[in-house]
């Protein structure tokens, strides 16, 4: 892919989105095995999460959190210039964008999104927007390649 500055910051930004996602993750893992309350980072609805719900973000934040790490070497691998930061950021940056539209809309359905949680979870989504760029821009210019 070209290196445009554009590209060089939505990376920059993927990289520092998903080190703070390693460690929210992680976080969320260790409350989930503990059997904590998960609160953090998404507000649970007023009845609280079910068990099912439970179990999937569960499933999800384990993915999640090996996505997260694969994606770190992408960004390493992108400013190294390694060949293979291409596929890599390919698969990530899908999983990624996949993964938050997954969550969304768990989030959604739970009833979640209650106006008492909306800045949180409108927060999480802005945040990513970037990376939805990131995404496209990386799509079109290996499509375009071919």
């Known amino acids: 892919m070209r290196r445009s500055r554009l590209v060089a910051g939505l990376v920059f930004w993927y990289g520092a989105y998903q080190a703070v996602h390693v460690v929210v ?7 989930l095995s503990t059997g904590q309350a998960l609160d953090f980072p ?9 068990a099912q719900v439970m179990n999937f973000f569960g499933a999800m934040a384990s993915v999640d959190l ?12 992108f400013w190294q210039q390694r060949r293979w930061h291409v596929w890599l950021g390919t ?9 938050a539209l997954v969550f969304d809309l768990a989030t959604w359905t739970s009833g979640a999104w209650t106006p008492a949680n ?3 979870y409108w927060t999480i989504n ?9 995404f496209m821009m990386w799509g079109w210019q290996h499509i375009s390649n071919r």
């Open 118 to 120: 909306a800045l949180t």
């Open 25 to 31: 993750n992680g976080q969320a893992l260790v409350m």
């Open 42 to 50: 998404a507000p649970p609805p007023p009845g609280g999460w079910t």
């Open 126 to 134: 802005v945040a990513f927007v970037p990376i939805v760029f990131l």
């Open 66 to 77: 090996a996505n997260a790490l694969l994606a770190l070497l992408f960004v390493w691998g």
């Open 91 to 99: 698969v990530t940056l899908t999983v990624s964008v996949y993964a």
